[in-house]
């Protein structure tokens, strides 16, 4: 099993900044992406940003430019980096964790339970 331990989050006034960070621990399974997604209400989930264990990257139109996703490998643990947010950025964002059980072929995905980011305008 995989535990994601999510931070960050909270309100903001809009053109302001929020980092939410994300730290995966557990046994017998290796991460090989992470990332956020989101999901506003009344809205489907999304994705935000992820990033492969390489480092490669992968971000959605709407945050290209504004949020910076970072990793640490050595603490499996990944950073979102929100600027220039806006009212239309306010959700509930997740983190996930995609990976494989050690030893097999077997892919899992993980989720967070969820923070808050609120942008006001």
């Known amino acids: 099993q995989v535990q994601l331990v999510e931070s960050g989050g909270g309100s903001v006034q809009a053109g302001g900044s929020l980092t939410l960070s994300c730290a995966a621990s557990?046994?017998?399974?290796?991460?090989?992406?992470m990332g956020w997604y989101r999901q506003a209400s009344g809205k489907q989930r999304e994705l935000v940003a992820a990033?492969?264990?390489?480092?490669?990257?992968n971000y959605a139109d709407s945050v290209k430019g504004r949020f910076t996703l970072s990793r640490d490998n050595a603490k499996n643990t990944i950073y979102l980096q929100m600027n220039s947010l806006r009212p239309e950025d306010t959700a509930v964002y997740y983190c996930?964790?995609?990976?494989?059980?050690?030893?097999?072929?077997?892919?899992?995905?993980?989720w967070g339970q969820g923070t808050q980011a609120t942008v006001s305008s």
């Open positions: 990033i492969a264990s390489g480092g490669t990257t």
């Open positions: 557990g046994r017998g399974f290796s991460i090989d992406t």
């Open positions: 996930n964790a995609k990976g494989q059980l050690t030893g097999t072929s077997i892919r899992l995905n993980f």
